[in-house]
C-alpha cells in the first residue's frame, strides 16, 4: 500500500518495488514517466520550468517588436514634418 489513497495515517515509502496499490486496490507501476527519463524533472518542476521560459521568450518578443515608433509617438514637430512629407509638401 504506497499509492495515495493509503490505509495507513502516512503512506508507505517503497524505494525498490514494481508496483504500488493504494486503498482503492488501484495498482500502477513504480517505474519513472518519459519527463522524468529524459529530463530529470517530476511534472511540477517541468511545468514551472515550461512557463518560467514562456513567459522569458513572451518578455523577450514584447521588448523586440514593442520598440518601434508610430506616427503617434513622434514628437510635435516630427508630426509636422510627417504630415507634409504624407501629403506631398
Known amino acids: 500500500d504506497c499509492?495515495?489513497?493509503s490505509a495507513f495515517?502516512?503512506?508507505?515509502?517503497?524505494?525498490?518495488?514494481?508496483?504500488?496499490?493504494n486503498a482503492k486496490n488501484?495498482?500502477?507501476p513504480t517505474e519513472d514517466t518519459s519527463v522524468e527519463k529524459h529530463l530529470g524533472l517530476n511534472y511540477g518542476s517541468f511545468a514551472a520550468v515550461f512557463f518560467a521560459?514562456?513567459?522569458?521568450i513572451c518578455g523577450r518578443a514584447a521588448l523586440f517588436f514593442g520598440t518601434s515608433t508610430t506616427?503617434?509617438?513622434?514628437?510635435p514637430e516630427e508630426?509636422?514634418?510627417y504630415a507634409l512629407s504624407r501629403i506631398g509638401k
Open 3 to 5: 499509492g495515495v489513497p
Open 9 to 21: 495515517n502516512e503512506a508507505p515509502k517503497c524505494e525498490y518495488c514494481t508496483m504500488c496499490c
Open 26 to 28: 488501484d495498482c500502477y
Open 53 to 56: 521560459v514562456l513567459i522569458l
Open 71 to 75: 506616427p503617434s509617438e513622434r514628437r
Open 79 to 81: 508630426n509636422d514634418t
